[in-house]
Each structure stands twice: as structure tokens, then as C-alpha cells.
T-cell receptor, first 110, second 113 residues
Framework: SQQGEEDPQALSIQEGENATMNCSYKTSINNLQWYRQNSGRGLVHLILIRSNEREKHSGRLRVTLDTSKKSSSLLITASRAADTASYFCATVYNFNKFYFGSGTKLNVKP | GAGVSQSPSNKVTEKGKDVELRCDPISGHTALYWYRQSLGQGLEFLIYFQGNSAPDKSGLPSDRFSAERTGGSVSTLTIQRTQQEDSAVYLC???????????FGNGTRLTVT
């Protein structure tokens, strides 16, 4: 399968703590992206990391990519209740094929 | 500006009926994707359109599913003889050519009773 697989499936933390989600994949990619989904509807793009990059930051988000291990991680620092959502990684092939994993459900308790 | 628009937002249909789901991409976006998301699951790729090229239909689960894109803009996903397992949220996304980031609509929640 070309899908990314997220781990853990669910994560529950207290507000202010950091949340780490992981994504593993099986074949070479062009880039990897992380998305957020609220209430099972539209996805919001969070961050893109290219295959020749190792780390990217955006606000409270930090993404790493290890192509040798075919894995990525998304770190949300100083989490807030509003961060409660499902997070998906998407592995991108041929610049036009996006494959999504099953997601990590994050619950941030106030 | 306007984002990707999908209609209807919710659709309830009886088993065996045909349904049409519509996607209006962002103006100028030549790439258009359809995905299906069953309850609590990830997104399943269905079909991809890029400009005038032949669409990539490799994700369509059966011949009951088809999609068209008229004039390089609006797309319609048609499901014939719906089955209960077709119940899901159908998401559409579009992007500029060469842009890696697709923009998603809010989806159509299809319920087959």
C-alpha cells in the first residue's frame, strides 16, 4: 500500500502538553503533508515537507522527515483545546497522487 | 476568494437509487480529486482529473462509480444503484497545476438507507 499510516490512532493529553504523532510509509515519495480535520468534514492543510528536507516549522508545529526510515512526525507544542481534531499524513507520489492514512484522533483536555 | 464548493452537503438516498455529487473547484485549478472517507477512517482515493488529460480512475471501487469533469471545471461523481456500504463522506479537492497542496471542500455526507 502507498498509504501513510499514523500512530497512535488516538491521543489524549492535557492543555499545555506537547502532542507527537507519527507517520510511516513504504515507498519513495515526492513530499509528505500533514492535514487537520474537524468534525469529519473538510481537511485543512498544515504543513508540507519535501523529500530532501529533514525538518520544518510553522508556528507551534514541527515536522520531521526521515526518508531512510520512511517516517515522519508531527509535533504540536503547547497544545490547546482548540487543537482537538483528527490529523492525517498524506504521502505524495508523482506530484499528483495523494494517499492518506487513517489518522490520529487528538483530544486536548482543558 | 471562494473555496472548493460541494453540493449537496448531505444526501440521504434509498438503496438502489442513483446519486450525483457535485464539486465546484477553485477558479483556475486544473487538478481535481475525489476521495471517500468512511466513518472514522482515512481518505480513500477515487479519481484524479488534470486538465485535458485522461483521468486517473484507478481508485474507483466498482463500475457503479463514475465521474465527469465538464469544461475543465465542475465535476460530478455519480454512484449508480447505491449500496449501504457506499455511505461515507465524499470529499473533493482542487489545486493549481504544479502546486502540491490541494484545497478541500467540506464534503458531501451520503447516507444510503
Amino acid at each position: 500500500s502507498q498509504q501513510g499510516e499514523e500512530d497512535p490512532q488516538a491521543l489524549s493529553i492535557q492543555e499545555g502538553e506537547n502532542a507527537t504523532m507519527n507517520c510511516s510509509y513504504k515507498t519513495s515519495i515526492n513530499n509528505l503533508q500533514w492535514y487537520r480535520q474537524n468534525s469529519g468534514r473538510g481537511l485543512v492543510h498544515l504543513i508540507l515537507i519535501r523529500s530532501n528536507e529533514r525538518e520544518k516549522h510553522s508556528g507551534r508545529l514541527r515536522v520531521t522527515l526521515d526518508t531512510s526510515k520512511k517516517s515522519s512526525s508531527l509535533l504540536i507544542t503547547a497544545s490547546r483545546a482548540a487543537d482537538t481534531a483528527s490529523y492525517f499524513c498524506a504521502t505524495v507520489y508523482n506530484f499528483n497522487k495523494f494517499y492518506f492514512g487513517s489518522g490520529t484522533k487528538l483530544n486536548v483536555k482543558p | 476568494g471562494a473555496g472548493v464548493s460541494q453540493s449537496p452537503s448531505n444526501k440521504v438516498t434509498e438503496k438502489g437509487k442513483d446519486v450525483e455529487l457535485r464539486c465546484d473547484p477553485i477558479s483556475g485549478h486544473t487538478a481535481l480529486y475525489w476521495y471517500r472517507q468512511s466513518l472514522g477512517q482515512g481518505l480513500e482515493f477515487l479519481i484524479y482529473f488534470q486538465g485535458n488529460s485522461a483521468p486517473d480512475k484507478s481508485g474507483l471501487p466498482s463500475d457503479r462509480f463514475s465521474a465527469e469533469r465538464t469544461g475543465g471545471s465542475v465535476s460530478t461523481l455519480t454512484i449508480q444503484r447505491t449500496q449501504q456500504e457506499d455511505s461515507a463522506v465524499y470529499l473533493c479537492a482542487s489545486s493549481f497545476p504544479g502546486q502540491d497542496i490541494p484545497h478541500f471542500g467540506n464534503g458531501t455526507r451520503l447516507t444510503v438507507t
